[in-house]
């Protein structure tokens, strides 16, 4: 069987795409996902990492602890190049216990010596709070989270 879908594809957009197969050619209609999208971007070869660093200790021996919030381009914020920091991100960008994980492989095996605790404005870990969160998951999966959410209303006072 064979699919073929638009080259460019927008994620969450229903296509008509044509199946080759031996029995029969036939139209089928399928939804295109982020991960399809991404997997296609990767496949077609725009990025290919960075093959010119050939170590995984950062050149800076830096390493930036910041929100996962995709409005934060950690590259162009600093000005960055492939191989120079290592970037950890989490909801927050708070110091939980694996991001802590994390900074100690860094600095003790991976020749880091400075962290940069990076958070910022318009957080939605600001718009949560630790039970109101820990209920609603409950409540929607008969399970309550045992891990911290790690919410805060200032995010001045959660840096310190």
Request: charge should be negative; aromatic fraction near 2%.
């Given at each position: 069987m064979h699919v073929i879908l638009p080259a460019y594809r927008l994620p969450g957009t229903r296509y008509e795409v044509e199946i080759k197969s031996a029995a029969s050619?036939?139209?089928?209609?399928?939804?295109?996902?982020?991960?399809?999208?991404?997997?296609?971007?990767?496949?077609?070869?725009?990025?290919?990492?960075?093959?010119?660093?050939?170590?995984?200790?950062?050149?800076?021996h830096l390493a930036v602890l910041t929100c996962m919030d995709a409005r934060i381009k950690v590259f162009?914020?600093?000005?960055?190049?492939?191989?120079?920091?290592?970037?950890?991100?989490?909801?927050?960008?708070?110091a939980t216990d694996d991001m802590l994980r994390s900074l100690a492989i860094s600095q003790r095996k991976l020749q880091t010596r400075e962290?940069?605790?990076?958070?910022?404005?318009?957080?939605?870990?600001?718009?949560?709070?630790?039970?109101?969160?820990?209920?609603?998951?409950?409540?929607?999966?008969?399970?309550r989270p045992t891990w911290a959410v790690e919410a805060f209303r200032d995010v001045t006072d959660s840096v310190r």
């Open positions: 050619p036939t139209a089928q209609e399928v939804t295109v996902t982020a991960t399809d999208d991404l997997l296609a971007r990767h496949t077609a070869g725009l990025d290919h990492g960075a093959p010119g660093v050939p170590t995984p200790v950062p050149s800076l162009d914020v600093f000005g960055l190049k492939h191989g120079e920091i290592h970037i950890l991100r989490n909801a927050g960008g708070v962290v940069i605790v990076m958070q910022h404005t318009s957080c939605g870990m600001a718009t949560v709070t630790e039970d109101g969160f820990k209920d609603e998951l409950e409540q929607d999966t008969g399970l």
